[in-house]
Each structure stands twice: as C-alpha cells, then as structure tokens.
C-alpha cells in the first residue's frame, strides 16, 4: 500500500502542475491514467460502480466526483483531484484541492482550513482511539474557522477493496465508533464548503456540488495506523510544486 500510496502523490503532483489557464479537466484525466499505468499501476476508479475516468476532478462548488471533460480550467479557479491507484492488488487514495493562479482570500483559507483538518484528523489515528475521535477533530476546526463539513460524505477504510468498513464521517463525537487497531488503513479525506453543508446530485449521477454555489475544498490522505501512531501512505515529496497551499 505503501508502494500505490508513492505513485498516488507523484500523480497528484504531476496533474498539480497542469492544473493551469486553457486545460480541460479531460486531459488532466489523460495526463494522470498515463502516468499510472506507464509505472505499473492501476486507476481504481476507472469502471468502479460505471464511473468512466482515471480520476475525480472537481472544479469549484463541485464537492467530488466530478466527471473529467470538456471544463476548462480558468485562472481564479479550485481543482479538486481525487486518485485512487491500484497495484499489486493493494489500493491508496488522496485528494487535493489546486489554486488555479491567484484566488481570493477566502478561498485560501478554505483550503489551508482543509488541510489543517485533514491533519488533525490524522493526529487522531491512533490505537486506543475511535473513529469519532478523528471526526470529532476535524469537524472542530473546520467549523471553528466558520466553514461547513459535508455531511452526506465520508472517509472510509481502503486497502483490499477501494471503499471498506469503518466509514469515517467529518464531524460526531469524540469516543464514539469502530475501535482504531494496529493495521488499519483509513483513508482520512475532509469535504468542507465555503457556505452550508447541503449538496446535490448531478445528473450524470456522480458529480456532487454545494447546494448554495459556495466554493468547496477536498483533501485526502491514506493513513495506516501502527502501533506508534498514523503513518500517511500518500505523502507528496514536493507539495509546493504540486501547487498545494504550502
């Protein structure tokens, strides 16, 4: 899982830095299923459940699970990636959220807000814990910052399978859910919005985007939990490069 988790961050860091003016989300999607398969590896989400891309990418106040095609990516723009890889019949998962050139000040706090989550999420990943401990942290600091988690998606386990038990929801409890044990591997992904939690379902039946137009953010690591506490399995080695608020 490890190995997968690699190539899902230098996907993820090769598709950052054509995240630029003019470039449909179609090619990115070309551009990311090369990459995989040129290094060995699977796209898990091409044919998964019918879903007919490489890869998620969703710009704007679309929360996840957009189709790549014919959107051009423009400057001012959020571009959500999510890539799942399969290889050597082991999955890893991540997601990030791109700044299309200069973006306003809300909207980069939306995403270091996301991504500040995401971590605290992961501090909690540990044996001893629950699943409502990481949800619980990453719904305090997504909603400290006055932002919303959505709360019709949630992270969930990965490893054999792309979507396993236990489902991890953005915001519950601390103490509450599946008891985290050595070996786990949760993929730990906050989708919070600019506006209110509700989204709505396309008509292509994948995308989902904010009720209220808002502006959303999506970032995802694969975690493994040890006995010495979490160890992300999808770290970038140049996250800056990859065009990710530092």
Not at 9 to 27: K, Y
Request: net charge negative.
């Amino acid at each position: 899982m490890a190995r997968a988790g690699e190539l899902v961050a230098d996907t993820l860091a090769l598709v950052g830095e054509h995240v630029q003016p003019g470039i449909t989300t179609g090619e990115l999607d070309r551009i990311a299923e090369e990459y995989i398969r040129d290094h060995g590896g699977v796209p898990t989400s091409k044919g998964y459940r019918g879903f007919p891309a490489a890869t998620c990418i969703s710009p704007n106040a679309m929360v996840v699970h957009g189709i790549p095609g014919e959107h051009r990516v423009e400057e001012g723009d959020l571009i959500s990636v999510d890539v799942g890889i399969t290889l050597d019949g082991l999955i890893a998962d991540s997601a990030a959220t791109f700044a299309v050139g200069e973006i306003g000040a809300e909207a980069r706090r939306l995403l270091e807000v996301c991504q500040e989550a995401r971590d605290a999420g992961i501090s909690q990943a540990r044996p001893g814990n629950h699943v409502g401990d990481i949800s619980h942290a990453v719904q305090t600091v997504v909603e400290g910052a006055g932002f919303s988690v959505v709360r019709s998606l949630v992270g969930h386990g990965v490893g054999r399978s792309y979507h396993e038990d236990p489902q991890v929801p953005n915001f519950g409890g601390p103490g509450r859910g599946a008891l985290l044990q050595p070996g786990m591997t949760l993929a730990i992904e906050p989708m919070i919005t600019a506006g209110g939690p509700e989204v709505y379902l396309h008509e292509d039946e994948w995308s989902i985007s904010t009720q209220d137009g808002s502006l959303a953010a999506h970032f995802e690591h694969t975690v493994a939990i040890l006995e010495d506490g979490p160890r992300v399995l999808t770290l970038a080695k140049t996250p800056a490069k990859a065009g990710l608020v530092p």
